[in-house]
């Protein structure tokens, strides 16, 4: 698989840029121009979760690319999270980060996971951490590599259901050890101040404001009943007044019926005026009091909540039913059980595996000829070492591009078409020139056939290489308008 161009927009600005299918050097004369963010961006743009540098936002940028695997060239093009994938007439689209290893598995001809997921730790060395990065941890942003997966892959060993056992007891562990915690914390709080009864302020005035809320909804309603009823009782009155009704007394007067003419009308009013009067009374009152609440709660805050809060919380652990000394012994049983699935899991990548022997014979011979031999261990699973306390500087640094390079190999055997080995400046503080040449040799005889891309601020002894010089800086070509 290799890189045969991208182009990058941003705005009214873009960079298009082809790529050798062999040597190809982004360089610079000084830092900080773009090299690294455009090694970063070709990852990106091929559906990577890649963290965007400190100058430019990933995101922003329209990117599209081509590559090439197995001879099928492939048109990509990356728009936040989805993949537009073209070839021939096919065109798929894919959605970020969940269907990224679909599209991995048709451009690197794989379905096995363990390879799919550690494929970018093996072809890629970020400038950050790659050179720290020697058989696990993590590559750049969320992306981790794993040699025992790697491997598992290679030699197509099957761990999946206990390595999903393995998961679940993790998660368990997690939460049983915060469990204990709180036990204990249980425990220290009743030796220190025995059974807690506390009533947070805090709590208690917001009680307090929302009985008195329901209260003040309650008088609102019966308000606007009584405002309700007085509107009705003068439509009425008006409403017959209009009608221009009349009555005849009993000696034959002539009546007009109105306010003045209605029996007690007077007297409803009144009484519903005085209603009126005492409703608004309380209503002002509770009012006043909520006003006064939310005072004090606003003038409390931050003053005591800190405080009441802790109390509070202490006083939910010392009701809670649970038992340190039994929650302890699930976690001594989780602890015993990971380690037999661990050793389990180990036992079964390591056994009889050819996988394992042939990157460690790469090792030990890169070993040889680039001089740190003597910091390798003679058993074949020094490959799966932990002890990294003793490997530092240069050594270290020519250790981790020889287990990259043995990476590479083995999963071109069992993949059948060749990576792409993208390193971001090769060249560490405490590396001398004379180690840096004899990387670049090997990688000139074993990887020939290989694409090689390398951002650096110097120059490499390739025989043909494609150099692409940024100047001030990675996207500087104005779009011209016709």
Not at 84 to 106: M, W
Not at 200 to 226: P, T, W
Not at 401 to 427: N, Q, R, T, W
């Amino acid at each position: 698989m290799n890189f045969k161009s991208i182009k990058i927009s941003v705005g009214n600005f873009y960079k298009e840029i082809d790529f050798s299918e062999k040597v190809n050097l982004i360089y610079s004369k000084k830092n900080t121009v773009g090299k690294t963010t455009l090694l970063r961006l070709m990852l990106y743009a091929i559906g990577f979760s890649i963290p965007s540098t400190r100058k430019l936002k990933f995101e922003k940028c329209e990117l599209s690319c081509k590559i090439e695997s197995k001879n099928v060239e492939y048109f990509i093009v990356r728009n936040g999270d989805s993949l537009e994938v073209s070839h021939g007439k096919a065109k798929t689209i894919f959605l970020l980060p969940f269907e990224l290893n679909n599209f991995l598995r048709d451009i690197f001809n794989t379905n096995n996971e363990n390879i799919i997921s550690n494929l970018l730790g093996a072809f890629y060395f970020d400038q950050e951490k790659g050179w720290t990065l020697l058989n696990r941890g993590t590559i750049i942003g969320k992306n981790s590599f794993n040699i025992e997966q790697l491997v598992r892959g290679l030699s197509d060993v099957d761990c999946s259901d206990l390595e999903d056992e393995l998961k679940k007891v993790e998660s368990n562990l997690m939460k049983y050890q915060k469990l204990f915690d709180i036990a204990k914390y249980k425990s220290e709080i009743h030796e220190l101040k025995g059974d807690i009864v506390y009533d947070s302020y805090d709590d208690e005035l917001e009680k307090n404001i929302a009985l008195f809320d329901s209260e003040s909804k309650a008088i609102r309603n019966e308000l606007s009943k009584v405002e309700k009823a007085m509107s009705n009782n003068k439509t009425f009155v008006e409403y017959i007044k209009k009608m221009g009704i009349s009555v005849k007394s009993k000696s034959s007067e002539i009546i007009p019926v109105n306010e003045n003419t209605i029996i007690d009308y007077s007297d409803f009013v009144d009484i519903l005026m005085a209603k009126k009067r005492i409703i608004l009374g309380e209503l002002s009152e509770i009012t006043k009091k909520i006003e006064d609440m939310k005072l004090k709660r606003k003038d409390d805050k931050g003053l005591f909540k800190t405080e009441n809060l802790l109390l509070s919380y202490e006083n939910q652990v010392t009701k809670m039913d649970i038992d340190q000394v039994v929650i302890e012994n699930y976690i001594k049983n989780l602890e015993e059980r990971h380690r037999d699935l661990k050793s389990n899991i180990f036992d079964l990548t390591r056994n009889d595996n050819k996988v394992i022997e042939n990157i460690y014979k790469t090792v030990e011979n890169y070993a040889n000829e680039l001089e740190f031999s003597d910091y390798i261990s003679t058993n074949k699973d020094f490959i799966f070492t932990s002890d990294l306390k003793s490997l530092s500087g240069a050594v270290f640094h020519k250790i981790v591009f020889s287990f990259k390079l043995a990476y590479i190999k083995e999963i071109e055997k069992k993949l059948g078409l060749k990576l792409p080995i993208i390193i971001d400046s090769p060249s560490g503080r405490e590396v001398e020139q004379i180690n840096i040449d004899n990387m670049i040799e090997i990688l000139k005889r074993d990887f020939s056939e290989n694409q090689i891309i390398i951002a650096s601020i110097n120059q490499y002894k390739f025989d043909e290489c494609n150099i692409i010089e940024l100047k001030d800086s990675l996207i500087d070509d104005e779009v011209k308008n016709n």
